[in-house]
């Protein structure tokens, strides 16, 4: 059988795919992780074989309007996921060509699609066979569709549809306990698993000095346009942290980090494993990223959030809802107040506590490999 995956312009919705793309690849089947071309080198360290389908990265839908005029994040819940779904439907429609003539050359069986690949929907309607949605984070999804159904109207009405084609199964990678059920959607249980590049392994990565409490800050995979707005982030936060009595982690693409390895003293930066990491820390500071998160989730480490935007916030708040981790709104992020939450979380053991028993939650789901077989199922009842 073949299986098409089609990401959605972020390195996040590559290491979320992954896991499920290589259990069906271990399987004996083929596969192609679809994606923009800044993506085709992570797929590739990762395994899978990828195909580029379109040259421009996702920030310039994010950031620019369809008429190419800079665009601004809007305020509140509902408008920001508008206006990302807007973005990821303006990136659907320029992968949608050359989508179409990879799957003339090669027709898979089944078409797996990330969260916000919208593209993927519409390629399986055009093929008529299975389509399934591959959830990335915990947010709330509905907002996002309807602005990416606005953006692919045109594209809708060649299939005779109004609104985007559903998904015949729905992989979600959230443990019971954080899980968003929306509409009538078959769920498809998924055990969340780290699928993140690799680095030559130093021994201080698997073996945290004892003496202290290990903190790992991350603001996830963002660069091009975010390089400098990540890289004060991660400047801040060191020096918030910098006065605890803690052992300080920092990673992030090289090309973020780099020029902070120099300033930084006695703080390892870097591009970090982190499913090799992420077990050895006492809490993960991060961004508010969804694979960030659930990465976290998988290894029981709790977690201090410090969303860049409602769309994070709303990915992170079953986490720390459920007591997990604590969220710093818009406005708490004061170094004083980071300190305190980091303090907070590392004085409390109920954090760590609520944080293992979501990895226990987490283990207990089907494996990848578990789900493999559940598609191969699908395509043969076709």
């Known amino acids: 059988m073949k299986f098409l995956f089609v990401t959605a312009g972020s390195p996040a919705t590559v290491f979320a795919c992954t896991p499920l793309a290589a259990a069906v690849r271990s399987a004996g089947h083929e596969v192609i992780m679809a994606g923009s071309e800044d993506l085709m080198t992570p797929i590739s360290h990762l395994g899978i074989p990828a195909v580029s389908i379109t040259p421009t990265p996702l920030h310039h839908f994010m950031w620019t309007d369809s008429s190419g005029a800079p665009a ?24 949608l060509n050359p989508l179409l003539d990879l799957v003339r050359d090669w027709r898979p069986d089944m078409v797996i699609g990330a969260d916000h690949a919208y593209a993927a929907a519409l390629v399986a309607a055009h093929l008529d066979v299975p389509y399934a949605r591959s959830l990335l984070d915990l947010a709330a999804i509905a907002e996002a569709d309807e602005g990416a159904t606005e953006i692919l109207a045109p594209q809708l009405r060649k299939l005779g549809l109004d609104q985007l084609p ?18 009538a959607v078959t769920l498809q249980p998924m055990r969340f698993i780290a699928a993140n590049e690799q680095r030559p392994l130093e021994p201080w990565m698997y073996a945290p000095d004892a003496r202290k409490p290990r903190v790992l800050i991350t603001a996830g995979t963002r660069g091009g346009p975010s390089r400098g707005m990540n890289a004060n982030l991660l400047r801040m936060l060191n020096g918030a942290l910098s006065a605890l009595d803690v052992e300080i982690l920092i990673g992030g693409l090289e090309e973020v980090v780099g020029d902070l390895r120099a300033e930084l003293g006695d703080a390892r930066v870097g591009w970090l494993p982190m499913d090799i990491v992420g077990p050895t820390c006492d809490v993960i500071v991060h961004h508010g990223g969804g694979v960030t998160a659930l990465t976290a989730v998988n290894v029981g480490t ?5 969303p860049w935007d409602e769309y994070q916030s709303a990915s992170c708040r079953p986490i720390t809802d459920f007591g997990a981790g ?14 305190r939450a980091c303090q907070q979380i590392l004085g409390d053991p109920g954090y760590k506590e609520r944080s293992e028993a979501l990895a226990k ?22």
């Open 361 to 382: 939650e987490n283990a207990a789901q089907p494996s990848p490999a578990a789900v493999a077989q559940v598609l191969e199922r699908r395509v043969a009842d076709r």
């Open 326 to 339: 604590i969220l710093l709104a818009p406005g708490q992020g004061a170094p004083e107040d980071i300190a």
């Open 302 to 306: 709790p977690q201090l959030v410090m």
């Open 166 to 183: 559903q998904p015949e199964l729905v992989i979600d990678i959230c443990p019971p306990a954080l899980r968003v059920k929306e509409g």
């Open 72 to 95: 601004t994040m809007p305020q509140g819940p509902r408008e920001t996921m508008l206006f990302a779904g807007r973005a990821f439907g303006r990136m659907a429609e320029s992968s």
